[in-house]
Structure formats: C-alpha cells, structure tokens
C-alpha cells in the first residue's frame, strides 16, 4: 500500500467573485521510501499540492490519504509527527526573533516530549551544524545554515514524510550541492519519503525515483528516472521543459550558432 | 579599441567592523561581444557591473587605475557626464522586476518618460517608439502592457518590460545582473534569445552577469569567474570544460545532471582558495 494517496485533487482559489483552480484533478501515490518530484513552471499548482496536503489550500474535491487514512481536518497533532514540511526561503521561513534553540525546541514543547535538550543537539549534529549554533539568531547564519535548521526543524518529531518546496532554489550552486547531500543523507538514515517540488529538472532527476510534470495545475506526464534521463517523454510539453533544461547542459549540447 | 577598459578596479565598503573589500582589483576589457561574469553570493559581481555605472552609494568607494569607455575616462567623470551616460549609452537590466519597475506607474508611462524628457518626444511619438519596443522583446499584445500596472504583469512580461526601458536609447553597451534567475526555464530561453538577437542586430556590447555557470557558458564568448572579489579565472565559454582553477571546476562539478550518477555530489572545499 503506498503511504501518500492523492486521488483527484481539486484546490480551488477564490477571491472577489473570480474562481482560479490551481490545482485540477491530480492524482498520484508514493511508496514508503519512495522519492517523488514534482516539476512544473511558475503558476503550474506544484507548490500548492504539497499545501494541500498540510491543509494550507483550500481543497474543493478529490481525497488525500496518508498511510491508507484519510487526512484530518483540520489536520491535529498526530498529522506532524507525521508528515513535515521545508520551505523554499531560509530567509523567510524561520521566526527572525527566535534563537535556533527556541524554533527546534518549540515542536518538542507542543508535543510534550523529554530530553529537549539532548534532542536539539542531536538534531543540529543530523544536519551537520556544531552544537554552538543553538544559540544563534537566524541572522547570524548564512543561507544554506538557515535551510540546514528549517530542516532540523522539520525533522525533530521524526516524521516518515518530508514535503520539500524547492528546497534549494534559493542557494548558491555549492550550497545546494551540499543540502541534497544532506537530504539524501538523512533520507537513507531515517528511513524518509520525499514528496519534493522544483522548477530545475536536473534537481529532481538527482533526487528523485519518479516524477509528475504538471502544467496550469493538470498532470502534463508521470515518468520513471530512467525515462528522463533516456529522452523518452511522451508529451511536447515535458519535452519542452526538459530541452530547457538539457540547453544549459555543457557536455552533448550544442552552442546556438552566433 | 576596445569599449570598456577595466584596470585594477577596487570596490571598498568602510563600515564599524572597517573596511570590507568588495572587490578586490578586477580588469578587463570589452570590444562589442557578450561578456559573462559567474560567481557565488558576495563573489563581487554585481559591484563590478554597478562600478562601471558608478552606481555605488556611499559608504563604498569605487577605485580603479583606469577606467575608460569608449575612450572617455568614467572614474573622473563629472556627475553630469555620468548622467549623460547612464541609460543612454551603457544601460542597465536589474535582476528582479518586482523591486525595479515603478508599482504605481503604469509601463507606458515609464516607458515614455525618458523619451519624452531626454529626447523631448511629444506624446504620440514617445507611444509609438515605447510600443515597438515592446514588440521588439516579442511582447505579443502591447498596448494592453502600455496600460498595465507591474502588479498585473508576470515575471517575464516584467522582466522585458525592463530589458525594452533599457533598449530604447539604443545603448552601446548594456550591463544585464541576473536578468534571467527569477524566470521559469523556458521562458529564460526565450528572453536570452532576444538579448542575443539584440547584441547580434545592434553590434552591443554585452556583460552579463549570473551565478549560473552553464548559463553563461551557453550564453556568452568569455567568462570571468569570481570569487571573494578577484577574478579566479578567464577563459573562452566553448572551453569553460577545460577550466583549470580548482573553483570554476568546483562550481561545474557541483551542479546535478540529469541522467547523473545517484553519489553524493562533490561538495566545493572552500578552504582550497
């Protein structure tokens, strides 16, 4: 049984009488330890699937199971020791007047779990960041730390799924290369299943086993790695997305004639 | 002779903490050809691009051994010769057309305020000009742009919305920072291919500026690299694969491929440099 069941989701946007649906009749199940993409452009409701399933989008059809369970709503407690989710800007996702200490700390509290003090530690040697950092203010770290802690925090009620946002997408090219190190560290270690979102093709063909192209919030395509990396789409559009893509490639590309 | 000559060019911020070095001693030269400048965060290559403007606000200091465009000295200049410059003959592309565009002006109207000031157009020609600058960066229907707000704009319809501000003066040389790095992909594509179409038609000179090394590669005819403000390494684009400096090597080695091995990806080993 796969752990993530999505099946005909509708995420419907309504503002001052006009109705946008993001996100139309999408349906999609990743296997325990699977890692799954999601790629699309600006606008394609990538984003807002992963929302819908932590209940951050209003869904107005389809089902969304975890586990074989229907999801809660609104989604409770039992929910995020579940299922966690990293966002795209390590600037804007943690609390700017909070210490490092206070943001890992604050899942424990709510779920009333011991040794605070012993997991914060652990969570930050994880995610390779020295115990020191405890007492930091987001400020006073660099990018690629500030999404090294967005995604300790995530992971300090062990959940079994990650939803990453485009994870990397505001990071230098060597900073990124070490956060999907890390990712992919810390996904074999714990056992993790990764539903991850990117506009970069080559990101997710590194990280993920399989992957769903979506256009203006519909399914343009599901494809196997191996398919991706052989050329064999089916569609014009992920075929589109991958010469995008594959023209930045040095190696096997030609130069546009000047 | 060349169109921009660059000699030992230092940017210095004097701060609390003292003095921080930006750019630590860049020279170059451009004839009418796409220059690339890559490099990480803090690398220095937004300061290079906005020295050349002398776009560099106080406490930062701009200091260079020479600094010539098209033979006129532009470290000396006086503020007056600058302004007679900038836009005009060296134009500028921002990177983000959310924070560059006016939010509470229509396009039209900031397309048409420099014709009309600086080149003193009366309304209907000003309209005219703006309108075949929009389709000249394919903009498909321009005068509903004319009337838009940037708000309603998407990000590429902004960003050359910007690229078309800086075309009408028909600059010599046109310095683009990140033009293209809060775009989708294929929408990147298309807006480089209107860059190269213009460098090619107009003979411009071109610098443009990135921290996307394949980019660049495909982009430009030669690439500088920075790092911590010194230039690492300048090398042809159509050999960038053969680069020698252990970091532009890290920075090509560090980029995911698809269809790439499923190992760790070799991480940059910053203590080397």
């Known amino acids: 049984m796969a752990l993530i069941e999505i099946e005909n989701l509708t995420v419907t946007f309504r503002a001052k009488g006009r109705e946008v649906q993001a996100v139309q009749d999408v349906s999609l199940s990743v296997d325990e330890r699977e ?12 984003s807002t699937i992963l929302r819908a399933i932590c209940g951050m989008a209003p869904v107005t059809g389809g089902t969304i199971r975890i586990g074989g369970q ?5 989604r409770g407690r039992a929910f995020s020791t579940e299922v966690q989710m990293v966002f795209q800007d390590p600037y804007a996702s943690l609390h700017p007047r909070h210490t490092i200490d206070r943001t890992l700390s604050e899942p424990l509290a709510i779920h009333g779990m011991p040794d605070r003090d012993a997991r914060v530690v652990q969570a930050l040697t994880d995610v390779g960041l020295p115990p020191a950092f405890r007492f930091r203010y987001p400020h006073q770290l660099s990018g690629g730390q500030r999404q090294r802690v967005a995604i300790a925090r995530a992971l300090m009620l062990r959940p079994k799924i990650l939803l990453l946002d ?3 997408s505001a990071l230098d090219a060597s900073v990124q290369a070490e956060v999907l190190n890390l990712l992919n560290r810390l996904r074999a270690e714990q056992g993790l299943t990764f539903l991850m979102v990117s506009h970069d093709l080559a990101v997710i063909d590194h ?24 050329a064999r789409m089916t569609t014009p559009y992920a075929r589109s997305l991958f010469a995008a893509s594959a023209d930045r490639m040095l190696e096997g590309s030609e130069r546009p004639a000047p | 002779m060349s169109l921009l000559e660059v000699k030992n060019l230092r940017v210095t911020f ?7 070095e ?3 001693g860049v020279s170059f030269s451009l004839g009418h050809e796409r220059l690339g400048i890559v490099g990480e965060s803090g690398s220095g290559k937004t300061m290079t691009g906005r020295s050349v403007l002398r776009l560099i606000r106080p406490p930062g200091r701009i200091e260079a051994d020479a600094m010539t465009f098209d033979g006129q000295d532009i470290l000396h200049a006086s503020e007056r010769e600058m302004r007679a410059l900038r836009g005009k003959r060296i134009g500028m592309v921002m990177q983000d057309p959310k924070y560059s565009l006016n939010p509470v002006m229509t396009v039209g109207r900031q397309l048409t305020e420099g014709l009309r000031l600086r080149d003193g157009l009366g309304r209907a020609d000003a309209t005219a000009k ?10 498909r229907d321009p005068a509903r742009v004319m009337e838009a707000y940037p708000h309603e704009l998407s990000g ?11 075309l009408i003066p028909e600059p010599e040389l046109l310095i683009a920072d990140e033009p293209t790095s809060a775009l989708d992909v294929t929408v990147q594509a298309e807006v480089l291919s209107i860059l190269d179409g213009l460098v090619r038609d107009r003979g411009m000179g071109l610098i443009f500026i990135s921290h996307d090394l394949r980019l660049v590669a495909r982009f430009c005819d030669r690439v500088l690299v920075m790092h911590k403000g010194l230039v690492v390494e300048e090398i042809a684009a159509a050999h960038l694969m053969e680069a020698k400096h252990p970091y532009t090597r890290g920075l090509l080695n560090c980029l995911p491929r698809i269809g790439g091995p499923r190992e760790p990806l070799p991480v940059l080993d910053r203590a080397g440099f």
Do not use: F, N, W
Not at chain 1, 35 to 46: A, F, Q
Not at chain 1, 217 to 226: C, L, M, S
């Open chain 1, 207 to 230: 990280m993920c086993d399989r992957i769903m192209v979506l256009q203006h919030g519909r399914t343009v395509e599901e494809i196997t790695r191996d398919d991706l990396a052989g």
């Open chain 1, 35 to 46: 890692s799954y993409g999601l790629v699309g452009e600006s606008g394609s409701g990538k």
């Open chain 1, 166 to 168: 485009e994870p990397t």
């Open chain 2, 22 to 24: 930006a750019v630590r």
């Open chain 2, 130 to 139: 703006a309108i075949a600058a929009l389709e000249a960066v394919q903009i």
């Open chain 2, 14 to 20: 004097d701060t609390e903490t003292g003095k921080v």
């Open chain 1, 70 to 74: 229907p999801v809660p709503t609104p």
């Open chain 2, 156 to 166: 590429g319809m902004g960003q050359r919305v910007m690229i078309a501000m800086m």
